[in-house]
């Protein structure tokens, strides 16, 4: 359903405080049809979308199965969305405005589309979250009381694509599985005295950080497992020895073995072992000594502030 009327300012969610009735839609009616109150015919795909439509009410979908597809294009819901504990296709809410979404436990068979889009007021919840696609963040905003993004324990099968997003608070992945890699390129997550990135336990096959990446607060990989390709970081605000990074690649069946990060020369800094700035055409520096956290082959990075370590 469209309800757009052409006109980008007047279209945004932004004003839609200035919308006519005629673009709400109660939440009564979306969860009906969500769940089957209009069946399309046998054989045609099912699919809901709404552009440019006022949500009014709370979109309850706890415990839910939704077989349908759910699309929101320039929406505004006026309260936060639940979906604790549902199974469904394909979510993408892109250009909209939410007060937060709840997704513990939630069973995704595709894609989490949220490009674009303002949660305000509220965090993204995807604690314990199943996910078979991937998870889209790109240039959205999103602002917590405290923590942006809890997805501890979040178990996906594609990739977490956070590019320029930017944060009010801290993005927590304790203990993902992110076996297509973490793009944050361009990324900024604000949580100045916290955590900014708290990424312990993560598993993953690559780790981008690069582009502008900005982190006002604590940066924590603590025992991340990077078994793959790469990790690329260009941490602005940070001189080249402030950026610790050390890769894990696979060294036979069932290992990983930790190696620097591509284009980067390693240095021994106390007992950290660090990568500080491009090699210089044919430079090997030796290691003097091994670092504990080298010799274990845990992710060397422990913190980085914005400005200091």
């Known amino acids: 359903m469209e309800l757009r009327t052409g006109m980008s300012e007047a279209d945004e969610p932004a004003a839609a405080g200035q919308w006519?009735?005629?673009?709400?839609?109660?939440?009564?009616?979306?969860?009906?049809?969500?769940?089957?109150?209009?069946?399309?015919?046998?054989?045609?795909?099912?699919?809901?979308?709404?552009?440019?439509?006022?949500?009014?009410?709370?979109?309850?979908?706890?415990?839910?199965?939704?077989?349908?597809?759910?699309?929101?294009?320039?929406?505004?819901?006026?309260?936060?969305?639940?979906?604790?504990?549902?199974?469904?296709?394909?979510?993408?809410?892109?250009?909209?405005?939410?007060?937060?979404?709840?997704?513990?436990?939630?069973?995704?068979?595709?894609?989490?589309?949220?490009?674009?889009?303002?949660?305000?007021?509220?965090?993204?919840?995807?604690?314990?979250?199943?996910?078979?696609?991937?998870?889209?963040?790109?240039?959205?905003?999103?602002?917590?009381p405290t923590v942006a993004v809890r997805a501890s324990g979040l178990v996906m099968e594609g990739g977490f694509f956070d590019e320029r997003l930017i944060t009010q608070g801290g993005l927590r992945l304790p203990g993902a599985q992110l076996p297509r890699g973490l793009f944050l390129q361009g990324a900024r997550l604000e949580n100045r005295?916290?955590?900014?990135?708290?990424?312990?336990?993560?598993?993953?096959?690559?780790?981008?950080?690069?582009?502008?990446?900005?982190?006002?607060?604590?940066?924590?990989?603590?025992?991340?497992?990077?078994?793959?390709?790469?990790?690329?970081t260009s941490h602005r605000g940070l001189p080249h020895a402030r950026q610790r990074v050390v890769r894990r690649s696979p060294a036979g069946p069932g290992r990983c073995r930790p190696r620097q990060a591509s284009g980067f020369r390693r240095l021994e800094t106390g007992k950290r072992t660090v990568a500080a700035g491009p090699a210089r055409p044919g430079e090997r520096r030796p290691l003097r000594r091994r670092s504990r956290l080298h010799r274990s082959g845990d992710l060397a990075t422990r913190r980085i502030h914005a400005g200091q370590c």
């Open 20 to 144: 006519g009735p005629e673009r709400s839609v109660r939440t009564a009616v979306v969860k009906a049809l969500l769940l089957g109150a209009n069946d399309q015919r046998s054989g045609a795909v099912a699919a809901l979308r709404l552009a440019g439509a006022r949500i009014t009410g709370r979109l309850d979908l706890s415990g839910a199965e939704i077989c349908h597809t759910f699309s929101l294009e320039g929406c505004r819901l006026e309260q936060a969305m639940s979906l604790h504990g549902a199974t469904t296709r394909t979510i993408r809410i892109t250009n909209s405005w939410v007060p937060g979404i709840g997704a513990e436990l939630v069973r995704i068979e595709d894609d989490l589309d949220l490009r674009r889009s303002v949660l305000e007021g509220g965090s993204l919840i995807l604690i314990n979250a199943r996910m078979a696609g991937n998870l889209h963040l790109a240039d959205a905003r999103i602002s917590g």
């Open 193 to 232: 005295g916290g955590v900014a990135l708290a990424a312990g336990h993560v598993a993953t096959s690559t780790v981008d950080c690069s582009h502008g990446f900005t982190a006002q607060g604590v940066v924590r990989l603590r025992r991340a497992r990077i078994c793959g390709s790469r990790v690329a």
